[in-house]
Nanobody
Framework: VKLVESGGGLVQPGGSLRLSCAASGFAFSSEVMSWYRQAPGKERELVARITSAGGVKNYADSVKGRFTISRDNAKNTMYLQMNSLKPEDTAVYYC?????????WGQGTQVTVSL
């Protein structure tokens, strides 16, 4: 299983970023996929989750209305469109898949929201 995140960077408050997660080594189209984030000194938290066909999406209250999770099963890729970014969105963002009673993680991509 391999998960590779990309698309992070430095952005000003109110700006946008689009994260990508390229997946391989498992049946991507069959699995629920998630984005998590971890800010310095804080626990890792769930940001958004999407079902295998993309029909159901769930979001943390803190990002509802600003972030959109999506996936392209033909490309084995998941996305997180982040709009109206706030300084409190600063964190390392991780792609996650859970199957066979195990969590798999990518290496993470840093998102920094600052002037």
């Amino acid at each position: 299983v391999k998960l590779v995140e990309s698309g992070g960077g430095l952005v000003q408050p109110g700006g946008s970023l689009r994260l990508s997660c390229a997946a391989s080594g498992f049946a991507f189209s069959s699995e629920v996929m998630s984005w998590y984030r971890q800010a310095p000194g804080k626990e890792r938290e769930l940001v958004a989750r999407i079902t295998s066909a993309g029909g159901v999406k769930n979001y943390a209250d803190s990002v509802k209305g600003r972030f959109t999770i999506s996936r392209d099963n033909a490309k084995n890729t998941m996305y997180l469109q982040m709009n109206s970014l706030k300084p409190e969105d600063t964190a390392v963002y991780y792609c996650n898949v859970r199957f066979s009673l195990r969590d798999y993680w990518g290496q993470g991509t840093q998102v920094t929201v600052s002037l």
